[in-house]
C-alpha cells in the first residue's frame, strides 16, 4: 500500500527570524474577540523554535510554557494540566514519543492533545508511529498560523468579552 506519509497540514514556508511586523499585528488584530485561552505546553530542544514560538503564541493570548526537552516536559504535566502539548518529535534524552507515551499512560486525555513538529519525516520509526497514534504532525519548517490552527481546537472557548457582564474586572 505504499510508504504511510506523516500528517501535516500544508506545507509551508519556514518559521524564520524575519517576522513580518504586518501581518503579525492583522493576525492579532483578526483574532481580538475570538480568542481560545488555553495552556499550551511547548517541548523542542532547539531554543530558536521555544523562543518564536512561544513569543508567538503568547501574542495570540495562549498561556504557553515553553521546555527544552522531554523529561522537563514530563514534569510539568505532572504539576499542571495543559490543553494542548506540542512537542519536537527527535531529541536528545526523553524524545518527543517516550513524552507522548508516558504523558498518555498518565492521563488518557492526552492521547488527543498532542502535537508533534518534526524535520525527519523520511524515518521508518516516525511514520510508523505517526500512522499508529493519532496524532498531529507538522513538518518543520511551518508557518505559525498553520500551528495555531491545530491548537486552536484544544482550546476551551473563550468567554464573550464584549459583553459588559462576561468582562474581567
Given at each position: ?132 497514534n493519532p496524532c498531529t504532525c ?25 459583553e459588559p457582564w462576561m468582562?474581567?474586572?
Amino acid at each position: 500500500a505504499g510508504t504511510p506519509q506523516p500528517r501535516s497540514p500544508d506545507s509551508a514556508a519556514p518559521v524564520s527570524p524575519e517576522i513580518d511586523g504586518d501581518k503579525l499585528r492583522a493576525a492579532v488584530a483578526a483574532r481580538k474577540g475570538k480568542q481560545r485561552r488555553g495552556k499550551v505546553l511547548l517541548v523542542d530542544d532547539e531554543p530558536f523554535i521555544l523562543d518564536s514560538v512561544g513569543d508567538y503564541l503568547r501574542l495570540m493570548g495562549i498561556d504557553c510554557t515553553t521546555v527544552f526537552d522531554g523529561r522537563r516536559g514530563l514534569d510539568q504535566l505532572t504539576h499542571r494540566s495543559f490543553d494542548a502539548i506540542v512537542s519536537d518529535i527527535r531529541m536528545p534524552g526523553m524524545d518527543g514519543v517516550a513524552l507522548y507515551e508516558a504523558a498518555c499512560a498518565a492521563d488518557e486525555r492526552y492521547r488527543h492533545r498532542f502535537i508533534f513538529m518534526t524535520g525527519d519525516v523520511v524515518r521508518k520509526s516516525t511514520q510508523a508511529f505517526m500512522r499508529d497514534n493519532p496524532c498531529t504532525c507538522l513538518e518543520k519548517p511551518f508557518q505559525f498560523d498553520a500551528l495555531l490552527r491545530l491548537i486552536e481546537p484544544l482550546l476551551p472557548e473563550a468567554p464573550d468579552e464584549s459583553e459588559p457582564w462576561m468582562q474581567r474586572k
